[in-house]
């Protein structure tokens, strides 16, 4: 009697569990073609780190531009810039731009990548609801499937508009870094000078070509 109610148990998880990873990937195609569809867009965000092991609680705010795979982002101090095949990578303090291919940069950020790229580099799962702030997210957890520093990623998904409010990088290290989108504004275009690095604007930098 006791192995009938053990194996009726642990069928009724293996069935629950199921339907509600089919809702986060659901949940997550209907994300992509919602993100995918705006042709450009411009961002404000928070980047939050914390590690209480370290004693690390910091805050930056910041803008993210990105069309498709292209993308800019402007941080206090540094600057992330990606033509879709170039990664430049300045830093204010040391006057230095260092430059990958985006296949070599193994930490390179796109908006869409993340989404676009799920199947093959994550298992998802469905992480339950959250309410902060009087508003109801939904949260889909994605966890790497190959071994990096990288522990697990959380898209924080509202329902109307259908898009990330916000997303919690978790590392292996303790780390974990939130990024809020606090604008998120859809535009129809940017000029292609937006996504590469203009040595002209920087006359001191220092140039270090890692491809």
Request: charged share 25%; hydrophobic share 35%; glycine share 4%.
């Amino acid at each position: 009697m006791k192995k009938s109610i053990f194996i009726t148990l642990a069928i009724f998880i293996s069935v629950t569990c199921f339907g509600q990873n089919k809702k986060a990937e659901i949940l997550l195609k209907n994300l992509i073609k919602e993100t995918t569809s705006y042709k450009a867009v411009e961002t404000e965000i928070s980047i939050k780190m914390e590690n209480s092991e370290a004693g690390i609680n910091e805050t930056k705010s910041g803008k993210i531009f990105f069309s498709g795979n292209k993308y800019r982002i402007e941080l206090p101090g540094q600057y992330i810039i990606s033509d879709g095949k170039t990664v430049w990578t300045y830093i204010e303090d040391d006057e230095e731009v260092m430059i990958n291919n985006v296949e070599k940069e193994e930490n390179s950020f796109s908006i869409t990548n993340i989404l676009t790229s799920y199947n093959d580099n994550y298992n998802i799962k469905y992480g339950g609801q959250e309410t902060i702030k009087n508003e109801k997210y939904e949260i889909i957890d994605l966890a790497p499937k190959t071994d990096n520093n990288l522990k697990l990623i959380q898209l924080y998904v509202s329902s109307s508009p259908l898009r990330v409010k916000e997303v919690k990088s978790h590392d292996k290290n303790g780390s974990i870094y939130i990024y809020q989108i606090k604008k998120f504004i859809p535009l129809s275009s940017f000029k292609d000078s937006l996504f590469t690095f203009s040595e002209k604007e920087f006359p001191n930098v220092e140039v270090n070509d890692m491809r």
